[in-house]
Each structure stands twice: as C-alpha cells, then as structure tokens.
C-alpha cells in the first residue's frame, strides 16, 4: 500500500462522513421546522452559542494540544526508527505498519490531551 492509496481512500471516508453530517443536519432542521419551531431551527448552526461555549470549555490551550501531539508524533518516529534498525519490514514501503504505528502515538497525543482538559473542566 502506497501513500497515494492511503490519502485516497482517507478522503473517500472524510467526504462520506461530511455528506451524511450534511444530509442529517438538514433533515433534522426541516423536521425542527416543519413542526413549527422556527426558533430552535438554529441549534444546530455550527456557529450558535452552545458550540462556541463547547469549543471555548474544552480548547483553552491549544498550545498544550499541539505541543502534546507533536511530542508524540516525534516519540512515534523514534519508535519507528528503532524499530527499523532491528527488524527491516518496518522499512519498506509496502507496509502500512509504519502509518500505523505514527498515528496511534500522535492520537495517544490527542487522548492526553483530552484527559487533561476532561480533568481541568470537572475543577
């Protein structure tokens, strides 16, 4: 598997997932509305006051976040470059092993992330 069929087949999903969000965000607006409540049709705009207030709660430190998924996204390259020098399958191109192991230490990156700012938000 090469990177041109990696990066294919990511943006398949991505504009799968970004049609169904679509296509069930207008569904739900055109039931809201059809029932009469025209006031509340603009729950859900990506840009209302409780998403804002969601984003602000949980994206104070984006500093933190990046710092943390960069960290580990370098600590996942140095894996892979041990784990090169001992076993040469994780070299070659034809294996996905590599994409798998950087994006699990980036996303464990993330998931820190995430349990810090859960923490910070329970205070």
């Not at 984003?55 to 430190?61: A, E, I, L, R």
């Not at 191109?93 to 810090?116: D, E, Q, W």
Request: cysteine-free; proline content about 2%.
């Amino acid at each position: 598997m090469n990177i041109g069929e990696l990066l294919m087949a990511a943006v398949v999903f991505f504009s799968i997932i970004t049609f169904v969000k679509i296509l069930s965000s207008h569904f739900l607006k055109r039931k809201i509305i059809k029932t009469g409540h025209f006031d509340r049709a603009e729950i859900l705009d990506q840009n209302s006051e409780i998403e804002v207030k969601k984003q602000v709660q949980y994206d104070q430190y984006p500093a933190l976040k990046w710092g943390l998924v960069a960290f580990f996204g370098g600590l996942g390259f140095i894996v892979l470059e041990l784990l090169g020098t001992q076993y040469p399958q994780f070299t070659e191109y034809r294996s996905a092993m590599p994409y798998g192991i950087f994006f699990v230490f980036t996303s464990l990156g993330f998931l820190l992330y995430y349990v810090i700012m859960s923490k910070k938000a329970k205070e």
